[in-house]
């Protein structure tokens, strides 16, 4: 059967009736915004972030990826990848008219939707570096990975069981990843001011940061 069709068939009477009310990307993305940022270390499937209104970026990008394919978009996704003091984050993509957007669920204020205006993955991506900190104010995208397109894992239950999500975040870890800055670059960087930081961090879940070590 196929995964979409194994999905719907999963589906509650008033499941299907809220899912069909996420009728474009902005109304996934408005979703995602209510739902609770989970600071757990466990994986949850599209179908229990439904139901359980809680996720964290990766659950929130198949959830986004899930609902996006139901409305006649592959299912993509692209990690954006930080230094060693930060946490990677996971962006649902769509294309419109030729260019590119993402749908995503964040701690952080400025990593969630984004217009599809971007030419190329490169701009989309880039245009998370200055919302892309850490806790302590530094600066940490640095790259990402190739896009990831979740119908390679129809095979197994992606959309309705927590098991295969391993797979998919083991296989992440594999593909071609591209790099945005050089070390130039990065030894230039500034720190984040005061007022963004504040502001990228409002109505944040503290249970589910990333806290790097203390420098020195």
């Not at 850490?134 to 927590?162: C, H, I, Q």
Request: glycine residues 6%; contains cysteine; positive net charge.
């Amino acid at each position: 059967m196929p995964a979409l069709e194994t999905f719907d068939r999963a589906l509650t009477k008033s499941d299907r009736q809220f899912m069909a009310r996420l009728t474009t990307p902005v109304k996934i993305q408005g979703f995602l915004d209510k739902v609770i940022y989970s600071s757990e270390e466990i994986y949850r499937c599209p179908l229990r972030v439904l139901r359980d209104r809680v996720g964290h970026c990766f659950d929130g990008a198949l959830f986004a990826a899930a609902a996006l394919r139901r409305l006649g978009h592959p299912p993509l996704i692209v990690d954006i990848l930080p230094n060693s003091r930060d946490d990677d984050h996971l962006l649902a993509l769509f294309k419109r008219d030729g260019h590119w957007g993402a749908v995503a669920k964040s701690n952080f204020v400025g990593l969630r939707y984004r217009e599809p205006i971007f030419r190329t993955l490169r701009e989309l991506v880039l245009s998370y570096f200055e919302q892309f900190y850490n806790v302590e104010g530094e600066k940490t995208l640095r790259g990402y990975t190739a896009p990831m397109n979740l119908r390679r894992f129809d095979r197994l239950p992606w959309m309705t069981e927590d098991g295969p999500l391993d797979l998919i975040a083991d296989r992440l870890d594999e593909i071609r990843k591209v790099q945005v800055l050089t070390p130039e670059m990065v030894a230039r960087l500034s720190p984040v001011d005061e007022r963004s930081l504040r502001a990228g961090l409002l109505g944040v879940n503290e249970a589910g940061l990333y806290r790097p070590k203390r420098k020195g």
